[in-house]
């Protein structure tokens, strides 16, 4: 596969071309063996393995790819925050609830104002 021509705006020398035409030679090599050895029905007996260089640096990255997965300190600053925000709303509803029963209790909140809770159940 012959190498097309470059853009200019890249400003290649005749060095790094020559090297890029040497890695498509070379990929188109290792992609011409690697198929004869796949196609070969007697696989088994063709000595010694294939190693594509490509499969070991992509299975190197997925290695090396989940840096999320470490721990640090801002693993727990979502849980934290939901437990606040939930302590918060807590708190903020028995607040009121004791408020509520107090107003009851006193008098303050007639029979009559006063909600039917079970209704919503």
């Not at 498509?24 to 090599?29: A, K, N, Q």
């Not at 000595?47 to 999320?68: E, I, M």
């Not at 437990?83 to 209790?105: E, S, T, V, W």
Request: charged content about 20%; overall charge positive.
């Amino acid at each position: 596969m012959p190498v097309q021509a470059l853009p200019s705006e890249w400003d290649l020398t005749p060095d790094e071309i020559k090297l890029i035409q040497k890695r498509s030679r070379l990929r188109t090599t290792t992609k011409a063996e690697f198929l004869k050895r796949y196609r070969n029905p007697f696989y088994a007996s063709v000595p010694g393995h294939f190693v594509d260089p490509q499969n070991t640096r992509l299975y190197a990255y997925q290695q090396n790819s989940y840096r999320y997965l470490y721990s640090s300190p801002r693993i727990l600053l979502a849980p934290a925050l939901f437990l606040l925000a939930g302590g918060l709303l807590q708190y903020l509803a028995q607040k009121k609830r004791i408020q509520y029963n107090n107003d009851c209790n006193i008098g303050k909140i007639p029979y009559a104002d006063r909600p039917d809770f079970k209704s919503y159940f």
